[in-house]
């Protein structure tokens, strides 16, 4: 089973750049999420998505864009990388159906330089 | 909104031992579930427990169990015989009707078992 599958597990970014971090999973799941952990804050919610075509604002979307065109796929776009979302990220799914835990992915750790 | 509150930054226990890890949470939902993530430090999150609201028996998993009381909004992990392979970081998460999928967590406790 691979579950929920994100990519890539290190990146290195210069401020300003841009990049998508990869999440894709296999289990049917229609709430997919994206969260980002800091030192002493645990895991925040970035944003997410209910359903494939609908997406919506967590409590730190500033910088991120998502969009959700199949059930499985729900990429992660930084715009213009900034120091500030150095971090570690993690993409999570689950169902409203059956058992009620969120699925992570491994996690990406994030460093703009 | 929801909060969840996890008052110990960090937790030792001698190995063998059993370890309360305290979380109390607010939430104005109804109805709502908790749970606890294991993050080692390779940094993936494992779950651990679940307990909805409306369970009338606390929650157990092996040697996790989940002392839920409902009027003082708290849901304490207890590991039971605690092993040098509990060492990790701990976190309480809640989700409710309102919120639908999206969690709240914690801040995370720290436990480091002691041979």
């Known amino acids: 089973n691979a579950g929920v599958t994100q990519t890539p597990k290190f990146q290195v970014l210069k401020t300003g750049q841009s990049m998508t971090l990869q999440c894709a999973q296999d289990?049917?799941?229609?709430?997919m999420s994206w969260y980002r952990q800091d030192p002493g804050m645990g895991l925040r919610l970035i944003h997410y998505?209910?359903?494939?075509?609908?997406?919506d604002q967590g409590e730190v979307p500033n910088g991120y864009n998502v969009s959700r065109s199949t059930t499985e796929d729900f990429p992660l776009r930084l715009l213009s990388a900034a120091p500030s979302q150095t971090s570690v990220y993690f993409c999570?799914?689950?169902?409203?159906?059956?058992?009620?835990?969120?699925?992570f992915g491994q996690g990406t750790r994030l460093t703009v330089v | 909104a929801q909060k969840i509150t996890q008052t110990q930054p960090g937790m030792f226990v001698q190995e063998k031992e059993a370890v309360t890890l305290d979380c109390t949470y607010d939430?104005?939902?109804?109805?709502?579930?908790l749970f606890w993530y294991k993050q080692p430090s390779s940094g993936e999150m494992i779950f651990l427990i679940y307990?909805?609201?409306?369970?009338?028996q606390n929650a157990t998993e092996g040697r996790y169990s989940l002392n839920f009381q409902k009027a003082r909004k708290s849901a304490n992990l207890v590991i039971s015989a605690s092993q040098l392979g509990d060492s990790a970081m701990y976190f309480c998460?809640?989700?409710?009707?309102?919120?639908?999928?999206?969690?709240?967590f914690g801040e995370g406790t720290q436990l480091t078992v002691n041979p």
């Open positions: 307990q909805g609201s409306y369970d009338e």
């Open positions: 998460a809640m989700r409710g009707e309102t919120s639908g999928s999206r969690l709240t």
């Open positions: 999570a799914s689950s169902s409203y159906r059956g058992q009620p835990k969120a699925f």
């Open positions: 289990m049917n799941h229609e709430y």
């Open positions: 998505s209910v359903g494939a075509g609908i997406t």
């Open positions: 939430t104005s939902d109804q109805s709502y579930g």
